[in-house]
């Protein structure tokens, strides 16, 4: 696998993609604070405890943290008092495949991947975590470690509006090898992808076992039915080849949408074998309404 990019120079942003990150940045800070941080923070609860001072007993401490030391010397019960170490790494790791950027990226797959990033990235930031993201194809794309500030933020949500792979395909399982070499901590990775890819499951399975991690699934209507268009040439975005279909013809549509319902059957039964999670966000609509009830069921569960 080729070492990722470097974090140098890239082209200047034209007005509109520099609107989209403006746009994007408002909507999730706002929607981060008004929705999403509180739950955030009850489901993600920080890498352990740490020592913070010791106080005098009251009745009804846990006796199993008094100090005994310091209440020999005192010649009075003390107990030891902790706090939970807060501060998370948040991942977000986004596929740039060609299938990812077909069709429209302005409205596509891209568009609902930057908001997702803003979104996780400010409600970090709000609970004063570090956000990071890694782009992959087949290879590692980009990686920018986690840090801290909304100009760190905005330089992420930069990375997907203006994107420039320098691959085609998918190699979920490759990405996930290069986070568990390189997140050292426990981190909450966000796994962004159409997952129209296979042979996963392991890696995938070897990262949650170390991290928290969550798989946000793209889907986009032409995932699930085809639209009546006549005959149409049909390329494959990662592998090329091309194809007449006739989308009017109900045989290659039933054809199409029960392999459709196989591919998504297919991918549940992978991610719920590696013990991830699954958002399924439709592309088009908006993000936050899906987070927030995972967050809140997460939330009610614990």
Known sequence: MAAPASA???PALDPDQLAAIRR???RARRLATQFVAGDYRSVFRGT???FAEVREYIPGDDVRFIDWNVTARLGTPWVKEYVEERE???LCAVDLSASQQSAFPESGRLATAAEVVALMSFAALINNDRAGLMTFTDRVERFVAPAKGSRHVLRIVREIVHPAPRAPGTDIAAACEHLSRVLARRSVVVLVSDFLAGAFERSLAALSRRHEV?????VDAVDLALPRLGIVEVEDAERGGRVLVDTDDPRVRRRYEQAASERAAARRRALVSAG????ELRVGEPVAGPLVAYFRRRAMAR
Do not use: F, K, P, Q
């Open 24 to 26: 994007i940045a408002l």
């Open 88 to 90: 998370l790494a948040v």
């Open 276 to 279: 991830v999670d699954e958002i």
């Open 48 to 50: 352990g405890m740490e």
């Open 8 to 10: 140098g120079e890239r």
């Open 214 to 218: 969550i798989a946000v699934t793209l």
